[in-house]
């Protein structure tokens, strides 16, 4: 996949910055030659993959992806003299300087310390006697982006012989070919820029570079440190909410232990009616279990006394690609986020799968998922704003209470709050962080701090206003990101440019 040119100079090393400024200089400075006409170039082949004569042998045998822009020592695969011969692999000396030309490696650059040969995504280059190989080296090392830019192909580079052949070379004489490679190669060697070991004519654009460079990736960290700032507000948000600090406490609101006693009735009504099953009492929430003081007129309870039961679905083989509007999905764990859903984070379910009323997924459900790794396990979202149709997975289970004496969204943002959490996470099992479970059993244990019913809507809104105003200014904040990355890319392209010397 290509980058944006601000997200390759993040990532890129300082020698290669380095290495740009220098060569946007010697494009003003020195003569200009095509690769074609200072080095010659040939690339690999793979041997018949279907003929196990032909591999497994004692030849190495380098993809693009083994290329590191460092010294080549090993390969991961090997080739015999028959698939050598029966192929347009070539059989290349040590110290070979060799270019990435397809893939995500598209540009990387090596140079071998091992008699090897390449498939054909690798470029191999001999150069002659007008310049050094160290010095081609690091010019096709920080010239690996504009390679990419003006590569072919979709989402993967694809960089030809014929572009790496008609590129332009800056090429001035040997000895300072050799003090710029041997600059260069200190800076990545000790991690140091030195700028009194930079040439006096090309001191004042590395100067320029990497101040410019410096200054926009400081307001990054601003900006990310904002961020940060933000996530943390939500989660104090969330906090105050179940602690009853969001909102006033009104002393006419019926008490939440009334509410409580009334849901319990409608629940024994409901059983003795054969409408529900009777479930195993619950026991009483010990001290130690209580993370937090709440208002007089709140309770604690657990999960399990003020709902009616908690129910899964089905996970059957899907194709991967999400639902279109006349089609049944199968929801995924990613569609339950903390306090939101995405609808179109769904499976298509096959054509000849028979839907279960039971499974579907209606406007108004508390979706909690149950498995999967341990960040997005005990995730708890209100469904609402439904437009597909869809259906839970096995992964994920709705949890069915009194609607008419519960708020949905009290309850998943009771569920999601960071004090809540560390029990819902003691409630896990699993043999590593990657694959976690709850059981439905576990969830109806979770303890609660349960409001009267006209504060649960109360915290509700108010949190859905302060929710509103933390995305926005997340909004501001990555717009203000994407800004900044727009300046590096604008003032360093400037800073880089290379203009070639007048004839």
Known sequence: MKISYAEYLKKTDASVLVAEAIFSELF??????????????????????????????????????????????????????????????????????????????????????????????????????????????????????????????????????????????????????????????????????????????????VNKVLASKNNVLEITTELRQQLTIVKKLRQQLLQDAVQGKLVAQDPTDEPASVLLKKIKAEKEKLIAEKKRKKEKELPPIKPEEIPFEIPENWVWCRLGEIIYDTEGGKSPNCLHEPAKDNEWGVIKTTAVQELYFLENENKVLPDKFIVNEQHKVIEGDILITRAGPKNRVGVVCCVENLTKNLILSDKTIRIIHPKNMLYSKYIALALNSPLIKPFIEQKMTGMADSQVNITQDNMKGFPISLPPLAEQIRIVQKLDELMQYCNDLEASIKESEAQNEQLLQQVLREALRKEPVEA
């Not at 040939?42 to 003929?51: A, D, H, I, K, Q």
């Not at 030309?101 to 071998?112: E, H, K, L, P």
């Not at 572009?163 to 991690?191: F, H, M, R, Y």
């Open 28 to 205: 003003s400075k020195s003569p200009l030659l095509k690769i074609s006409d200072v080095a010659d170039t040939t690339s690999g082949g793979t041997p018949l993959r279907s003929n196990a004569e032909f591999h497994n042998g004692t030849i190495p045998w380098l993809k693009s992806g083994e290329l590191n822009d460092k010294w080549i020592e090993e390969a991961e695969e090997f080739i015999t003299e028959e698939g050598l011969s029966n192929s347009s692999a070539k059989l290349l000396p040590e110290g070979t300087l060799l270019l990435a030309m397809y893939g995500a490696t598209a540009g990387r650059t090596g140079i071998t310390r091992i008699k090897a040969a390449t498939n054909q995504a690798v470029c191999a280059l001999f150069p002659n006697e007008k310049v050094i190989q160290e010095y081609l080296f690091w010019f096709l090392r920080q010239h690996r982006y504009y390679f990419i830019e003006i590569s072919k192909g979709g989402a993967q580079p694809n960089i030809s012989q014929s572009v790496i052949k008609g590129t332009l070379l800056p090429v001035p004489d040997k000895t300072l070919q050799t003090q710029i490679a041997n600059i260069l190669s200190t800076i990545e060697n000790t991690g140091k820029i030195d700028l009194n070991i930079v040439p006096n004519e090309f001191r004042n654009k």
